[in-house]
């Protein structure tokens, strides 16, 4: 592979279009919505799609089956939570439902000091108070307006998750390889989905028109499987700054596909909390950078 292939730019840029694949998510899912589909639904397209995209890799997967069944757990406990990112999607404005997905470095940083014995620095705090102040920002009343209090409540879960993931997967699938841990994460999404469907919905309903399957189509491609290959390609090359830098465009792209596509307003409250969780983002960002 070329030097400019394994270069910290080349992995940033990866990251980079990772993220904005992960940004795109509020559009295709609202794009689903409006053809019928219900969120429980749609994840489970998602994840189908996302799994048959892992095919070619069977020959791998099956020859790391105890990898790929970590993986299916750790991703079935984390995607099971996206249902409700997804459901606040459909019943709060893009911009409150993303900064509140933002919050995942407060519960990061408490559940490394918690539940790992993570040393909790002058940085760390520091971190965690910007998102702190960022949540005072994003729940006060000039950008809560009228929106329903349980789907914001229910809103904070995927970023606890998340948190909760990112250790789990610093620990035990750091070593697994990419696509084995793709397809146990996707496999792992697509049977809590299944679970969660006929238990809570009594079944899956099948898109009903070509939109309904290009929106579920383009999720399970551009912000399920590519984002995330991209990220985890692009990640260890790029190192923890650089990917928090470009990270932050899932942050922006999601911000500006509500204001853009949908026409929703972001108040001077929002900008404020992007402001100050994409800083504490960099924070937590250096403080991995001297521990490596």
């Known amino acids: ?139 006060s009343p000039d950008t809560m307006g009228d929106a329903p209090l349980l789907p914001v409540l229910l809103g904070f879960l995927p970023p606890l998750a998340y948190a909760l993931f990112i250790h789990l997967a610093a620990r035990r699938l750091s070593h697994i390889a990419i696509p084995v841990r793709l397809s146990g994460v996707f496999s792992g999404g697509l049977v809590a989905m299944l679970l969660i469907g006929f238990g809570w919905e009594g079944g899956v309903t099948l898109p009903s028109s070509m939109l309904a399957w290009g929106a579920a189509a383009a999720l399970a491609v551009l912000s399920t499987f590519g984002a995330l290959g991209l990220l985890l390609l692009g990640a260890p090359l790029a190192g923890p700054e650089r990917s928090a830098i470009a990270g932050a465009g899932e942050l922006i792209t999601s911000l500006l596909v509500g204001l853009l596509a949908f026409a929703e307003p972001v108040s001077p409250a929002m900008l404020g909390g992007a402001a100050l969780i994409l800083a504490a983002i960099f924070v937590s960002a250096r403080i991995e950078h001297e521990k490596t």
Not at 126 to 137: D, M, S, T
């Open 1 to 139: 592979m070329p030097s400019n292939f394994r270069s910290p730019l080349f992995g940033m840029a990866l990251v980079g279009f990772g993220a904005i694949g992960f940004g795109l998510m509020p559009l295709f899912a609202r794009a689903a919505y409006a053809e019928g589909l219900s969120p429980l639904s749609l994840l489970v397209w998602r994840f189908a799609i996302a799994v048959f995209c892992c095919l070619p890799w069977l020959p791998r997967i099956l020859a790391a089956r105890r990898d790929f069944l970590i993986a299916l757990v750790a991703g079935a406990g984390y995607m099971a939570s996206m249902l409700f990112y997804f459901v606040a999607l459909k019943e709060l404005s893009v911009a409150l439902t993303v900064l509140i997905l933002f919050t995942y470095p407060l519960f990061t940083i408490l559940i490394g000091w918690l539940g790992f014995g993570a040393r909790l620095t002058r940085a760390n705090l520091i971190a965690a108070l910007l998102v702190l102040l960022a949540a005072g920002l994003i729940l």
